[in-house]
C-alpha cells in the first residue's frame, strides 16, 4: 500500500502562486510516476501533470508553462509550482500515482480557491 498525503493548498488572488506538495509513504518503491489531478465543482476529475521516476513530465495544456512538477525521489515528495493563477484554476488538486497492478492511490486532496 501506499499513502498519500497534499499540502499546500489555500486561498490566493489571481496572478499568485501556490506550491502544493504530496508526501508519498509506505510501498514506494511499487510506484513509477506520480501525477496531480484537478476537480472544479460540476466538473470531471482532469490531469494536471505527471512525473516519473526518471523526471519525464506531461501537461495538461492548461498547465504547461504555468505549473512546473518536480519530484524529489530521496524524500518521496511530489510537487507543483503553481504560477500565475486564474480564477479557473480554483479546484481541489489531488495527488496521484498509478499501482503497478492497474488502479490508483489517491490523496484526500487540497482545496485551491483564486479570488479575482
Known amino acids: 500500500q501506499v499513502q498519500l498525503v497534499e499540502s499546500g493548498g489555500g486561498s490566493v488572488q489571481a496572478g499568485g502562486s501556490l506550491t502544493l506538495s504530496c508526501a508519498a509513504s509506505?510501498?514506494?518503491?511499487?510506484?513509477?510516476?506520480m501525477a496531480w489531478y484537478r476537480q472544479a465543482p460540476g466538473r470531471q476529475r482532469e490531469l494536471v501533470a505527471r512525473?516519473?521516476?526518471?523526471?519525464?513530465?506531461d501537461y495538461a495544456d492548461s498547465a504547461r508553462g504555468r505549473f512546473p512538477i518536480s519530484r524529489d525521489n530521496a524524500n518521496n515528495t511530489v510537487y507543483l509550482q503553481m504560477n500565475s493563477l486564474k480564477p479557473e484554476d480554483t479546484a481541489v488538486y489531488y495527488c496521484?500515482?498509478?499501482?503497478?497492478?492497474?488502479?490508483?492511490?489517491w490523496g484526500k486532496g487540497t482545496l485551491v480557491t483564486v479570488s479575482s
Open positions: 496521484n500515482a498509478p499501482r503497478p497492478i492497474g488502479g490508483d492511490y
Open positions: 509506505g510501498n514506494i518503491f511499487s510506484i513509477n510516476a
Open positions: 512525473i516519473t521516476r526518471a523526471g519525464s513530465t
